[in-house]
């Protein structure tokens, strides 16, 4: 969590019994948390001390595509910006107030991340099992390639030493 507001830990806090959140104030903060800890999601305020959310969003997307980044802020001076911040890969895009509702309106993007995780997560348990079962066809390939090759090879010996055999008769 890129941010310093309780206030918004508690609205986290009724969409999850225990979330795990790190709160970080810099840029080489987020970087190094990034590289020993890996986020479902990433939330950010607007305006941070040294970095926005262009920089978080850009932080993040280098280290990993796949976290979406949530901006949540008290305000914007231009509306335009909201666009462009999900134009640069915020995911979403929220008010801070009012702050007791915070939590039922990230409810529908978080279930949507998960859905979307899930899918993810399913794609590539899938691509993992056919993989596995491509690997297990190409060992019995070459097995019975050997043993087809150890087949002819004993055929042969069996030829050569019949054929011999007629020839010394």
Same mark, same amino acid.
């Not at 997560?121 to 690997?135: A, Y």
């Not at 019995?140 to 019949?162: C, L, M, P």
């Given at each position: ?9 508690? =609205? &986290? ?7 795990? %959140? ?6 080489? *903060? ?9 986020? +479902? !999601?990433?939330?950010? +305020? ?6 926005? *959310?262009? +920089? ?13 980044? %949530?901006? !949540? ?16 890969? *915020? ?21 949507? %991340?998960?859905?979307?995780?899930? =899918?993810?997560?399913?794609? !590539?348990?899938? =691509? ?9 066809? *190409? ?10 090759? +150890? ?7 069996? %030829?050569? &030493? &019949? ?7």
């Amino acid at each position: 969590l890129v941010s310093d507001s309780v206030l918004i830990q508690r =609205q &986290f806090k009724k969409l999850s019994d225990s979330p795990e %959140i790190r709160f970080v104030d810099s840029r080489l *903060a987020l970087s190094n948390a990034l590289k020993g800890f890996m986020p +479902d !999601i990433v939330v950010t +305020d607007f305006s941070l001390d040294g970095l926005d *959310a262009f +920089d978080v969003i850009s932080i993040v997307k280098d280290v990993n595509s796949l976290i979406p980044v %949530i901006v !949540i802020t008290g305000n914007v001076k231009n509306e335009s910006i909201i666009d462009e911040l999900l134009k640069a890969g *915020a995911y979403g895009f929220f008010y801070k107030d009012p702050m007791n509702t915070l939590h039922e309106r990230l409810t529908p993007l978080f279930l949507k %991340i998960f859905d979307e995780r899930k =899918q993810n997560l399913k794609i !590539i348990s899938d =691509q993992r099992r056919s993989k596995e079962s491509i690997r297990e066809l *190409a060992d019995y390939d070459r097995a019975f390639g050997r043993e087809e090759k +150890d087949e002819r090879d004993i055929f042969d010996k069996v %030829i050569d &030493f &019949f054929s011999s055999r007629n020839r010394n008769a």
